[in-house]
């Protein structure tokens, strides 16, 4: 049976000092109370006698000694607790051992949920929290029912459960936060790196199928300009090129997946997730082509070439992960979405046009660019025709005017195809022509007109339905 423990200040306040006991005849002492007082403090009571003094060593540890001035009481206190609480009307009521297993099995079982589903950080803090409920529960309910909840045992198993796990959880973190860094510190910007690494949740390594936009591009007559140059300063105008191409690529929170030669891959939406993905290609894809521009005339000023870059974008679903053998991999992305990315690239050089893009990408970023329709083109190696698309410009770092301009141009090239695919192709040379007029370098224009001249000249096919196909890569 256990009793409730009584407070030993509560009891140090009803102690009747020996001496006034004994002085408590004599009337004179000032100190002394009268046998009246003394009969009203101790009439209908239990008296206990016992020395208070420290020199007596009657002295005794008890609970409250971290609580208040005294660590150790007299052995008459413990006496006056026993003798109290045999008069209480309640006991303490300690659960059963029975309940104290179950409680602690299921703090060892809850230590063990929280280390494995919750990161390390939430999960200890969730442990903090939950015993701090426990213990304030323990403690409300001894106070004010005398029931003793067992709270050592239940805390101890449930740290026994949780900070093994959580240590092999954070050393796993910290593993792949080095992984990850050590993939992907040289293919993103810095922005990106730091948001995967802090959601390392977010990406997944072993493979996953995942929408994104693939952009491909390629310097025209680089093998040409190669043949004519030193290593040395052929190494110098790769750099010039690839430097600045790269940093717009990530500042657009793409993915630089690999260098081929003078060609250019990345990934836009992995491995970090990104809704507007065909967007950032697309302003990545006219930031190159203008950048170009100017970095064309530097170069030819200094080493006495000319470059120029085609582009191919294109958006859909692809397989996400990394590729390679057991000791060697990377992350990159694979599919017939890539396949035609790059394909696109290379099927510029037919209609003289510079970034060429798939019609997901068309659809995802039709409201934020100005693009016009280019063909319903078979790549080499399918039957089935997709609908490709020239990207423009991006409305949000062009002025009015240019956009203006662009659209009108837009405008008239899709009447000049839409009378193409009908197969009027005298009204379709004639508008083509007309383009021509004001836009003499337009190359897609230029491209269809020799067609429609071809046509008339050799006579339309009874197949004919406008689409282009292409016999090479």
């Known amino acids: 049976m256990y009793f409730p423990f009584v407070h030993p200040q509560e009891i140090a306040r009803s102690i009747i000092p020996y001496w006034q006991v004994l002085l408590a005849s004599n009337t004179t002492a000032s100190d002394a109370i009268s046998w009246k007082d003394l009969e009203e403090r101790v009439k209908d009571r239990i008296v206990l006698v016992g020395p208070t003094f420290i020199e007596s060593q009657d002295f005794f540890a008890h609970p409250f000694a971290l609580s208040g001035n005294l660590t ?5 206190f413990l006496h006056a607790m026993v003798a109290n609480s045999a008069f209480l009307p309640k006991t303490v009521y300690r659960l059963p051992r ?54 050592a045992a239940p805390l101890f198993s449930s740290a026994i459960a949780l900070i093994p796990n959580l240590a092999v959880r954070l050393l796993d973190s910290e593993r792949k936060r080095v992984m990850v860094k050590d993939l992907f510190s040289k293919y993103v910007s810095a922005d990106v790196l730091e948001h995967v690494q802090a959601h390392p949740e977010l990406l997944k390594l072993e493979g996953e199928r995942r929408e994104v936009t693939v952009f491909f591009s390629d310097l025209k007559g680089f093998t040409t300009i190669s043949e004519t140059m030193t290593p040395e300063k052929l190494s110098q105008i790769m750099n010039d090129y690839l430097t600045p191409m790269t940093e717009i690529i990530m500042y657009h929170q793409g993915y630089l997946d690999k260098y081929i030669g003078d060609a250019i891959m990345a990934v836009f939406g992995a491995p970090m997730s990104d809704p507007e993905h065909a967007l950032h290609a697309c302003l990545a894809a006219v930031k190159q082509r203008n950048r170009l521009r100017k970095l064309a005339k530097e170069l030819e000023e200094a080493c006495g070439v000319k470059v120029s870059a085609r582009m191919g974008v294109n958006s859909g679903m692809v397989c996400a992960g990394n590729m390679g053998s057991k000791d060697r991999f990377q992350y990159t992305v694979m599919g017939d979405v890539v396949n035609q990315a790059s394909r696109f690239e290379g099927a510029n050089k037919i209609f003289g046009s510079v970034i060429m893009i798939g019609e997901g990408t068309f659809v995802a970023a039709q409201d934020r660019i100005i ?12 039957t089935q025709a997709v609908v490709v698309y020239e990207l423009l410009e991006v409305k949000a770092i062009c002025s009015e005017a240019e956009a203006a301009s662009l659209s009108a141009l837009c405008q008239s090239f899709n009447q000049a195809m839409e009378a193409f695919f009908k197969g009027d192709i005298n009204e379709a040379a004639a508008q083509f022509d007309a383009i021509l007029a004001t836009h003499p370098d337009d190359g897609p224009s230029r491209f269809y007109l020799d067609d429609c001249r071809g046509l008339l000249a050799q006579g339309k096919p009874a197949s004919f339905t406008g689409g282009i196909k292409l016999d090479s890569k």
Do not use: C, D
């Open 98 to 151: 029975a309940w104290e297993q179950i409680i602690a099995s299921a703090f060892l079982v809850t230590g063990l949920v929280l280390s494995w589903v919750l990161s390390p950080a939430i999960g200890f803090m969730a442990f903090l929290l939950l015993s701090g409920l426990y213990v304030a529960a323990g403690v409300g309910l001894f106070s004010r029912n005398l029931i003793w909840i067992p709270l």
């Open 72 to 76: 150790r009481i007299p052995g008459v």
């Open 371 to 382: 693009a016009r329709k280019l063909a319903h083109l078979t790549v080499k190696g399918k």
